[in-house]
Protein backbone atom coordinates (compact mmCIF):
# COMPACT_ATOMS: atom_id res chain seq x y z
CA UNK A 1 0.00 0.00 0.00
CA UNK A 2 1.60 3.59 -1.00
CA UNK A 3 2.16 5.73 2.12
CA UNK A 4 1.36 9.41 2.55
CA UNK A 5 2.46 11.20 -0.05
CA UNK A 6 2.89 15.04 -0.27
CA UNK A 7 3.93 17.69 -2.61
CA UNK A 8 6.18 19.17 -3.49
CA UNK A 9 8.98 18.19 -1.22
CA UNK A 10 10.51 21.94 -1.05
CA UNK A 11 8.93 25.08 -1.54
CA UNK A 12 10.75 28.40 -1.60
CA UNK A 13 8.59 31.77 -1.10
CA UNK A 14 8.59 35.39 -0.87
CA UNK A 15 7.13 37.20 2.21
CA UNK A 16 3.46 38.39 1.59
CA UNK A 17 2.81 35.60 -1.31
CA UNK A 18 0.38 32.74 -0.79
CA UNK A 19 1.10 29.13 -1.16
CA UNK A 20 -0.64 25.45 -1.71
CA UNK A 21 0.27 22.77 -0.17
CA UNK A 22 -1.07 18.94 -1.42
CA UNK A 23 -1.40 15.76 0.49
CA UNK A 24 -2.43 12.72 -0.29
CA UNK A 25 -3.45 10.02 1.94
CA UNK A 26 -3.32 6.31 2.06
CA UNK A 27 -6.16 4.55 -0.05
CA UNK A 28 -9.16 3.73 2.55
CA UNK A 29 -8.46 6.71 4.67
CA UNK A 30 -10.78 9.41 5.24
CA UNK A 31 -9.21 11.76 7.93
CA UNK A 32 -6.22 13.99 7.08
CA UNK A 33 -4.53 16.16 9.41
CA UNK A 34 -2.06 18.50 8.81
CA UNK A 35 1.23 19.42 11.90
CA UNK A 36 3.47 22.35 11.35
CA UNK A 37 7.25 21.34 12.52
CA UNK A 38 9.56 24.69 13.43
CA UNK A 39 12.83 24.42 15.68
CA UNK A 40 11.30 26.42 18.58
CA UNK A 41 7.66 25.25 18.21
CA UNK A 42 8.24 21.18 17.20
CA UNK A 43 5.07 19.84 15.67
CA UNK A 44 1.98 21.65 16.34
CA UNK A 45 -1.48 20.96 15.01
CA UNK A 46 -3.01 22.71 12.66
CA UNK A 47 -5.86 21.27 11.73
CA UNK A 48 -8.05 17.73 10.45
CA UNK A 49 -10.43 16.72 8.12
CA UNK A 50 -12.29 14.10 8.11
CA UNK A 51 -15.16 13.20 4.92
CA UNK A 52 -14.89 16.68 3.80
CA UNK A 53 -15.45 18.58 6.61
CA UNK A 54 -12.82 20.51 9.29
CA UNK A 55 -13.39 18.47 12.69
CA UNK A 56 -10.70 19.95 14.40
CA UNK A 57 -8.29 23.02 14.11
CA UNK A 58 -5.27 23.93 16.24
CA UNK A 59 -4.13 27.97 16.89
CA UNK A 60 -3.03 29.06 13.63
CA UNK A 61 -4.34 32.61 12.69
CA UNK A 62 -6.88 32.40 9.40
CA UNK A 63 -4.12 33.22 7.29
CA UNK A 64 -3.68 28.77 7.71
CA UNK A 65 -6.66 27.17 5.49
CA UNK A 66 -7.18 23.70 4.38
CA UNK A 67 -9.69 21.47 2.39
CA UNK A 68 -10.59 18.08 1.43
CA UNK A 69 -12.14 16.46 -1.37
CA UNK A 70 -13.97 13.88 -2.07
CA UNK A 71 -11.55 11.54 -2.66
CA UNK A 72 -10.19 12.25 0.59
CA UNK A 73 -6.64 14.16 -1.12
CA UNK A 74 -6.34 17.70 0.95
CA UNK A 75 -4.75 20.70 0.36
CA UNK A 76 -3.75 23.44 2.58
CA UNK A 77 -3.12 26.88 2.26
CA UNK A 78 -1.02 29.85 3.65
CA UNK A 79 -2.28 33.62 2.61
CA UNK A 80 0.29 36.14 3.10
CA UNK A 81 3.49 34.43 3.85
CA UNK A 82 5.44 35.50 6.93
CA UNK A 83 9.29 34.96 7.45
CA UNK A 84 7.83 32.96 10.55
CA UNK A 85 6.01 30.29 8.49
CA UNK A 86 9.37 28.65 7.32
CA UNK A 87 9.10 25.27 8.60
CA UNK A 88 8.12 21.38 7.39
CA UNK A 89 4.65 21.12 7.09
CA UNK A 90 3.33 17.51 7.48
CA UNK A 91 0.29 15.87 6.58
CA UNK A 92 -1.08 12.70 8.20
CA UNK A 93 -3.79 10.30 6.83
CA UNK A 94 -6.26 7.48 9.38
CA UNK A 95 -8.76 6.01 9.22
CA UNK A 96 -10.48 8.21 11.11
CA UNK A 97 -12.03 6.07 13.88
CA UNK A 98 -11.30 7.16 17.55
CA UNK A 99 -7.83 6.03 18.59
CA UNK A 100 -6.70 4.63 14.76
CA UNK A 101 -2.82 5.57 14.30
CA UNK A 102 -1.50 8.00 12.20
CA UNK A 103 0.58 7.53 9.12
CA UNK A 104 2.81 10.32 8.52
CA UNK A 105 4.32 11.71 4.86
CA UNK A 106 7.81 12.92 4.93
CA UNK A 107 6.60 16.83 4.67
CA UNK A 108 6.41 19.90 2.61
CA UNK A 109 9.96 22.28 3.33
CA UNK A 110 8.73 25.48 2.93
CA UNK A 111 11.03 28.71 2.81
CA UNK A 112 9.96 32.05 3.44
CA UNK A 113 12.45 35.13 2.22
CA UNK B 1 0.36 21.56 26.33
CA UNK B 2 2.01 18.18 26.20
CA UNK B 3 0.91 15.77 28.83
CA UNK B 4 4.09 13.49 28.62
CA UNK B 5 7.29 14.63 30.39
CA UNK B 6 10.38 12.38 28.49
CA UNK B 7 13.97 12.48 28.65
CA UNK B 8 15.88 14.68 26.51
CA UNK B 9 18.53 12.16 25.20
CA UNK B 10 19.50 8.85 25.69
CA UNK B 11 22.26 6.66 24.42
CA UNK B 12 22.45 3.04 23.78
CA UNK B 13 24.89 0.54 22.22
CA UNK B 14 24.03 -1.48 19.02
CA UNK B 15 22.34 -4.77 19.46
CA UNK B 16 21.18 -4.20 23.15
CA UNK B 17 17.43 -2.96 24.47
CA UNK B 18 16.73 0.51 24.42
CA UNK B 19 14.41 1.29 27.16
CA UNK B 20 12.81 4.87 27.10
CA UNK B 21 10.73 6.28 29.68
CA UNK B 22 7.69 8.24 29.79
CA UNK B 23 5.54 9.84 32.70
CA UNK B 24 1.92 10.92 31.96
CA UNK B 25 0.46 11.20 35.64
CA UNK B 26 -2.16 13.11 34.65
CA UNK B 27 -3.82 10.84 31.91
CA UNK B 28 -7.53 10.02 32.09
CA UNK B 29 -8.84 6.72 32.62
CA UNK B 30 -9.87 7.01 28.48
CA UNK B 31 -6.78 8.15 26.99
CA UNK B 32 -4.69 5.71 25.59
CA UNK B 33 -0.60 6.09 25.25
CA UNK B 34 1.42 6.64 21.61
CA UNK B 35 4.67 6.63 20.74
CA UNK B 36 5.71 7.36 17.29
CA UNK B 37 9.32 8.35 16.29
CA UNK B 38 11.19 10.62 13.75
CA UNK B 39 14.58 9.71 11.96
CA UNK B 40 15.88 12.74 10.26
CA UNK B 41 14.07 14.33 7.38
CA UNK B 42 11.44 12.35 7.27
CA UNK B 43 7.39 12.12 8.75
CA UNK B 44 6.81 10.88 12.30
CA UNK B 45 6.33 7.37 12.22
CA UNK B 46 3.90 5.49 14.25
CA UNK B 47 5.24 2.77 16.62
CA UNK B 48 2.68 1.29 19.34
CA UNK B 49 0.30 2.23 21.42
CA UNK B 50 -1.74 0.95 24.67
CA UNK B 51 -4.19 1.22 26.73
CA UNK B 52 -3.35 -0.17 30.13
CA UNK B 53 -2.08 -3.66 28.94
CA UNK B 54 1.10 -3.98 28.13
CA UNK B 55 1.68 -4.46 24.41
CA UNK B 56 4.24 -6.05 21.96
CA UNK B 57 4.12 -5.73 17.63
CA UNK B 58 7.13 -6.35 15.43
CA UNK B 59 8.53 -2.76 16.32
CA UNK B 60 8.68 -2.69 19.88
CA UNK B 61 7.40 -3.64 23.37
CA UNK B 62 5.04 -1.17 25.36
CA UNK B 63 4.90 -1.38 29.35
CA UNK B 64 2.29 0.64 31.11
CA UNK B 65 2.33 1.00 34.91
CA UNK B 66 -0.81 -0.43 37.03
CA UNK B 67 -1.34 3.29 37.77
CA UNK B 68 -0.82 4.47 34.56
CA UNK B 69 1.19 7.09 35.32
CA UNK B 70 3.85 6.09 33.25
CA UNK B 71 5.11 3.94 30.16
CA UNK B 72 8.21 2.47 28.93
CA UNK B 73 8.90 2.06 25.16
CA UNK B 74 11.19 -1.21 24.64
CA UNK B 75 13.10 -1.75 21.29
CA UNK B 76 14.72 -5.18 22.17
CA UNK B 77 17.56 -4.88 19.69
CA UNK B 78 18.66 -1.81 18.72
CA UNK B 79 20.30 -1.07 15.05
CA UNK B 80 21.82 2.44 14.12
CA UNK B 81 18.38 2.60 12.09
CA UNK B 82 16.65 3.09 15.84
CA UNK B 83 18.34 6.16 16.05
CA UNK B 84 15.54 9.08 15.95
CA UNK B 85 13.52 11.05 18.25
CA UNK B 86 10.51 9.23 20.59
CA UNK B 87 7.23 11.00 20.96
CA UNK B 88 5.33 9.35 24.09
CA UNK B 89 1.96 11.16 22.60
CA UNK B 90 -1.19 10.55 25.44
CA UNK B 91 -3.91 10.34 22.60
CA UNK B 92 -6.65 13.31 23.55
CA UNK B 93 -10.44 11.88 23.09
CA UNK B 94 -12.20 12.71 20.06
CA UNK B 95 -10.47 13.93 17.08
CA UNK B 96 -7.06 12.93 15.56
CA UNK B 97 -5.21 15.49 17.12
CA UNK B 98 -1.78 15.19 18.74
CA UNK B 99 0.08 17.08 21.20
CA UNK B 100 3.53 16.58 20.51
CA UNK B 101 6.31 16.99 23.37
CA UNK B 102 9.82 17.43 22.63
CA UNK B 103 10.80 13.82 22.80
CA UNK B 104 13.54 12.09 23.70
CA UNK B 105 16.67 11.99 21.39
CA UNK B 106 17.85 8.24 21.25
CA UNK B 107 21.36 7.72 19.26
CA UNK B 108 22.38 3.91 19.06
CA UNK B 109 26.03 3.89 19.39
CA UNK B 110 28.06 1.08 17.17
Known amino acids: KAGVTQTPRYLIKTRGQQVTLSCSPISGHRSVSWYQQTPGQGLQFLFE???????NKGNFPGRFSGRQFSNSRSEMNVSTLELGDSALYLCASSLGRINSPLHFGNGTRLTVT | DAKTTQPPSMDCAEGRAANLPCNHSTISGNEYVYWYRQIHSQGPQYIIHGLKNNETNEMASLIITEDRKSSTLILPHATLRDTAVYYC???????????FGQGTRLTINP
Open chain 2, 89 to 99: IVQIQGAQKLV
Open chain 1, 49 to 55: YFSETQR
